[in-house]
């Protein structure tokens, strides 16, 4: 499978021959995009523990839990976006 984002920031997916009537991978993926969006989703979930025990820790563990997931949602956002223009 080949993925890249067109020029209008949609992501297109270039199947081999061999699987292109794969449905299941369609699935597959999609369900994984759809983890991105699920705030009970396993991103969701893991970042909640994540968080917790960061809280929970010294400031210094803490400050860096901050700066990382501060770095996840950006990307996640981006991601999302792109994956709704289209």
């Known amino acids: 499978m080949k993925a890249a984002w067109s020029p209008n920031g949609c992501l297109t997916v270039r199947w081999p021959d061999g699987i292109r009537d794969a449905r299941e991978n369609f699935i597959e993926l999609a369900q994984l995009f759809k983890q991105l969006d699920a705030p009970k989703g396993k991103l969701g979930r893991a970042s909640l523990v994540w968080s917790n025990r960061s809280v929970t820790a010294a400031d210094k563990v803490y400050a860096g ?12 956002n981006e991601l999302a976006a792109r994956s709704r223009r289209c």
């Open 65 to 76: 839990y901050l700066k990382r997931i501060g770095d996840i949602t950006v990307d996640r």
